[in-house]
């Protein structure tokens, strides 16, 4: 790549950064956004109502906002994909397409788009479009949500560049000057992910490590374990974001999604085997931290993102039995009908902000406003567990759900 003088203070960052990512992928144009949601937002823009949208079953939550624009968001397994039906596809979305898939949706006139989040510098593989979700893995670090689109045929620039809002200057520049080392990076994050997954095969008490993506290299790692609250007990793996030089990981079902860094592998495995360790040797009857969700309970662990100040529930900051009462015990006909028409709602709100259920309301919050029904922001801030901000983001939501129950 080029070096740009990093003292100019009125350089174009942008620019550069732009022309930078569509020379790494052997593109056309390459745009960035201000985020992620900004990125799919451009991309939106693509379909229109009455179109199909394929897409792989690990895509972001967020792709299914557009069935409310009237466009048809279908996920189905990876594999599957290329024997779909393609009739009145727009677009398929996937992180990896095979020479089938390329070759059908070729055939329905479709677009190919794949998500390159965790493999920069792989190529367009055959697809129309490349999408960056954040820029972890671009700068090393988690505290940047810079997004990016890039194209092979410039002739998609123009209708994505219209609606995008696009990063600051200092965003740009902070992942411009991290490229020059991005490929010893994935190099090393990439050759610690391939020992690791090889050597957690092997331990008792995991059912299965593998690496995100065997035909390509790339530095996460797929694990599966017998006691998935064993993770919280790990030290090391504390990044924020998934591809960032400081190695984390994020629950997805039952399995966990271990992103390697730079650290010593010696070290992560050590981390890692006393972590498996670790559950077998608690003192027995202690009871563990755990939050409530709707398969029961789960460990702290378990939870990727944290209340906000003054929201927090009680049971997250201190040990408490995992028997867990049912909220709805005692309930009338009409209050269960409310609660499970209010879960229903924090459920799809939870996937389409991509947070855990509990960051948007628990049972016990959702079922104490189904007894209580307030009828007013007032009073829907007097329930135990919706604070000042809870109330500010959902509030008027939820008066709507409740009204459209009725009584």
């Known amino acids: 790549m080029t070096y740009p003088n990093f003292t100019l203070q009125d350089a174009p960052w942008r620019t550069h950064l732009e022309a930078e990512l569509a020379r790494l992928e052997g593109a056309a144009f390459a745009l960035t956004f201000v985020n992620g949601a900004a990125a799919l937002l451009a991309l939106a823009g693509l379909v229109r109502p009455g179109e199909r949208v394929l897409v792989s079953e690990d895509a972001p939550g967020l792709l299914d906002a557009w069935n409310d624009a009237g466009v048809a968001v279908e996920r189905l397994p990876l594999e599957d994909l290329a024997q779909a039906d393609m009739s009145g596809v727009k677009m398929v979305w996937t992180p990896e397409a095979s020479s089938e898939l390329r070759t059908a949706t070729r055939s329905a006139g479709a677009l190919l788009v794949l998500d390159s989040t965790h493999q920069p510098g792989a190529g367009l593989r055959g697809a129309d479009l490349l999408v960056y979700g954040h820029a972890a893995q671009l700068s090393g670090h988690g505290d940047l949500e810079l997004a990016c689109l890039i194209g092979s045929d410039d002739v998609l620039r123009a209708p994505l560049e219209g609606s995008r809002f696009a990063p600051g200057e200092l965003e740009s520049l902070l992942v411009l000057r991290a490229l020059p080392t991005l490929q010893l990076r994935l190099e090393r994050q990439q050759s610690s992910a391939a020992q690791l997954a090889a050597r957690l095969a092997e331990l008792p008490g995991v059912r299965a490590a593998r690496l995100e993506d065997p035909h390509h290299p790339i530095s996460l790692i797929h694990l599966e374990l017998d006691d998935l609250g064993r993770l ?176």
């Open 232 to 407: 919280h007990h790990l030290r090391m793996f504390r990044g924020a974001a998934l591809g960032c030089t400081t190695s984390g990981y994020r629950l997805q079902g039952n399995r966990a999604l271990l992103s390697i860094g730079l650290e010593d592998p010696e070290e992560l495995m050590s981390d890692l085997e006393a972590a498996l360790r670790s559950a077998e040797e608690l003192p027995a009857g202690e009871p563990e931290v755990v939050v409530e969700t709707d398969e029961g309970t789960e460990t702290r662990a378990d939870v990727e993102a944290r209340p906000e100040p003054g929201d927090a529930e009680p049971s997250i900051l201190m040990p408490v039995v995992t028997a867990r009462q049912d909220p709805t015990e005692g309930m009338s006909d009409p209050e269960r009908q409310r609660y499970e028409q209010l879960r229903d709602w924090r459920n799809a709100e939870a996937r389409r902000l991509e947070v855990s259920r509990f960051i948007v309301a628990s049972n016990a919050t959702l079922a104490d406003i189904a007894r209580q029904r307030p009828r007013s922001l007032e009073e829907l801030q007097a329930v135990k567990g919706m604070g000042p901000e809870r109330v500010r983001r959902y509030g008027q939501a939820i008066l709507d759900v409740l009204r459209g129950v009725g009584a």
